[in-house]
Structures are given as C-alpha cells and as structure tokens.
C-alpha cells in the first residue's frame, strides 16, 4: 500500500530533550516535506526536500533540523524543544512534475507535546 | 511575507445546497493551485490543483482560478452532510503556503 508514514505518532517530552520524528514513503516520490499545524493558524512549512542530500528552508525553521540521506526518509530534528514547538506535525510526500508538484500525500500526523 | 488567506468560517450550507469557498494569495508570481479537505483528527487529503486560469470540474467539485484578481475557489455542488470538514487552499509548488483553512458544516 502506497503511503507515508510517520512515528511517533504521539509524543510527551521535557525541554531540552533531544527527539526525532522519522518519515518515511514507499512511492519513490523525489520531493519530502514537513509542516506544523496549529489552531487558527494552519499548515506552515517547516522544511522540504527535492531530492537526496537538498534541503531547503520552509516558512517557520526556526528550532528543527532535517536530513535526507535516503530517498525513502525524511527525519525531523528537534535539537532543544521548547513549548512552542507543542503542535501536530505533518510529513508529506511528492511526486514532482516538471516545475510543479503533483498532489502531496501526508502522513498520519505526530502529536507533540513539549512540557 | 508571503499569504494565503481564507475566512475562517464556519461556513454552514443545507445538504443539496452549493458550498462556495474563497481564497486570495499575495505573490503574483505562484503557479499552482490546491484545495485540500481535512477531517477533524486526519490528514489533509487533496481536492482538486488547478494550474491555468479559468474553471477545472471533477465530479461535484469545481476549482476556479483568476490570476489576475490573485484568488481561487472552490464550489461544491449537491453539499452532502460527509463533506463537512475543514479545506485548505494551497498555494505555490516545491514552497507551499497554506491557507489557514475553512470550516463546512452541510446540514441534513
């Protein structure tokens, strides 16, 4: 079954601790993301990546970390959480075509909370 | 800083009627166009991308795109009370900006 998937799906932390949300997608698409979602606020892009080894900064980077080493994976780092990184964050997957993207499939969420 | 904004909501239709959302994006430059639909505790699942101006139909959903006057909808004929979710205008590709998105509620 084609999909993304993303883990964990929830997750209670303290400041400061290191933590890591993995992402991963069977359909060989070229492009990963990953966004936050808050209240009122929407989806917001964190990071994206085109290809192996290209990463580029979304609207909010500020406190993440991302690699992508594989095709298939798109780790999300958090370094040093603090409780305004508490959100449901969203990994997603795109094929590209030519300049555009095609539909972006997203993963089933990780609920996080930073205490 | 660039936008994508749409109201809030909720907007609230009978079943049968048509739904009409709205969205208004500030770089003049975007190329690609998505409407998303969320559930409350799922994922975004896309809609409908439009790429050119003027009107893209699939099944009850129509996307409308005026790059001009910088806006695209999204009409949803014969409402079902199954439609009622939150959906998302997306704009541009590889750097995508969300709308923060309009609540639907189709009444029975």
């Known amino acids: 079954e084609a999909q993304v998937t993303q883990n964990p799906r929830y997750l209670i932390t303290v400041t400061g601790k290191k933590l890591t949300v993995t992402c991963s997608q069977n359909m060989n698409h070229e492009y990963m993301s990953w966004y936050r979602q808050d209240p009122g606020l929407g989806l917001r892009q964190i990071y994206y990546?085109?290809?192996?080894?290209?990463?580029d900064k979304g609207d909010v980077p500020e406190g993440y970390k991302v690699s992508r080493k594989e095709k298939r994976n798109f780790p999300l780092i958090l370094e040093s959480p603090s409780p305004n990184q508490t959100s449901l964050y969203f990994c997603a997957s795109s094929f590209e075509a030519g300049v555009s993207l095609e539909t972006q499939y997203f993963g089933p969420g990780t609920r996080l909370l930073v205490l | 800083q660039k936008e994508v904004e749409q109201n809030s909501g909720p907007l609230s239709v009978p079943e049968g009627a048509i739904a009409s959302l709205n969205c208004t994006y500030s770089?003049?430059?975007?190329?690609?166009f998505f409407w998303y639909r969320q559930y409350s505790g799922k994922s975004p699942e896309l809609i409908m991308f439009?790429?050119?101006?003027g009107d893209k139909e699939d099944g009850r959903f129509t996307a409308q795109l005026n790059k001009a006057s910088q806006y695209v909808s999204l009409l949803i004929r014969d409402s079902q009370p199954s439609d009622s979710a939150t959906y998302l205008c997306?704009?541009?590709?590889?750097?995508?900006?969300f709308g923060a998105g309009t609540r639907l509620f189709v009444k029975a």
């Open positions: 990546s085109m290809n192996v080894e290209v990463t």
């Open positions: 439009i790429y050119s101006n």
């Open positions: 997306a704009v541009g590709g590889f750097k995508t900006i």
């Open positions: 770089d003049r430059g975007s190329q690609s």
